[in-house]
């Protein structure tokens, strides 16, 4: 089995609301990744999570909080965001991580994204 | 800055053909390659990775890398209308989880 789930797979959203998208891998991966991606352009890293432990966050806004309740879970939470927000957010996990030392190959698995609109 | 280069195309092939992709990177000390086959609307999906010089074969596709010159390639051999879809290199270096994607090659085989 090697699959990302990710919930919601669409979600509108108004900017004062609070939304949380969701992550799950049973793949046994120990590096956990967002990314945004907007139409026609590539992947943006958002945040990397290292054996449950925020290692990556690539200056974010703080209307985006990630959250690791587990190995198997990644969360991010949404608030107060703005219409320039909506994009794919794409959840992906690796074997290992790479950095720190890690022996990860680097090799990312990706869930099918939850499309986010924010009015 | 660390880049990835990539034409952003279409390339377009005949059904049958050999579809020829390149991506060039700036950073040196880089050491893993990957590339990414994302169809319009949905994720991207892994299809090569490739760590040292030389060739790499996994069924219809081959995945070439020559760091000396710091680019990699991925041909696609029997090209079929269901490979047409963007093409994303990505490329990773020691010691870090950030991986350096390029703007992607969008390929179009058509019958």
């Known amino acids: 089995d090697t699959e990302v789930t990710q919930t919601p797979k669409h979600l509108v959203m108004g900017m004062t609301n609070k939304k949380s998208l969701k992550c799950e891998q049973h793949?046994?991966?120990?590096?956990m990744y967002w990314y945004k991606q907007k139409a026609k352009k590539p992947p943006e890293l958002m945040f990397v999570?290292?054996?449950?432990?925020?290692?990556i966050n690539e200056s974010v806004p703080s209307r985006f909080s990630p959250e690791c309740p587990n190995s198997s879970l990644l969360n991010l939470h949404l608030h107060a965001l703005q219409p320039e927000d909506s994009a794919l957010y794409l959840c992906?996990?690796?074997?290992?991580?790479?950095?720190?030392?890690?022996?990860?190959?680097?090799?990312?698995?990706f869930g099918e994204g939850s499309r986010l609109t924010v009015l | 800055q660390k880049e990835v280069e990539q034409n952003s195309g279409p390339l377009s092939v005949p059904e049958g053909a050999i579809a020829s992709l390149n991506c060039t990177y700036s950073?040196?000390?880089?050491?893993?390659f990957f590339w990414y086959r994302q169809y319009s609307g949905k994720s991207p999906e892994l299809i090569m990775s490739?760590?040292?010089?030389g060739d790499k074969e996994d069924g219809r596709f081959t995945a070439q890398l020559n760091k000396a010159s710091q680019y990699v390639s991925l041909l696609i051999r029997d090209s079929q209308p269901s490979d047409s879809a963007t093409y994303l290199c990505?490329?990773?270096?020691?010691?870090?989880?950030?991986?350096?994607f390029g703007t992607g090659t969008r390929l179009q085989v058509f019958p």
């Open positions: 950073d040196r000390v880089s050491q893993s």
């Open positions: 793949m046994g991966h120990r590096a």
């Open positions: 990505a490329v990773g270096s020691y010691n870090t989880d950030k991986l350096i």
């Open positions: 490739i760590y040292s010089n």
């Open positions: 999570y290292s054996y449950e432990k925020l290692s």
């Open positions: 992906a996990s690796s074997l290992a991580p790479r950095g720190a030392g890690g022996l990860g190959t680097g090799e990312l698995f």
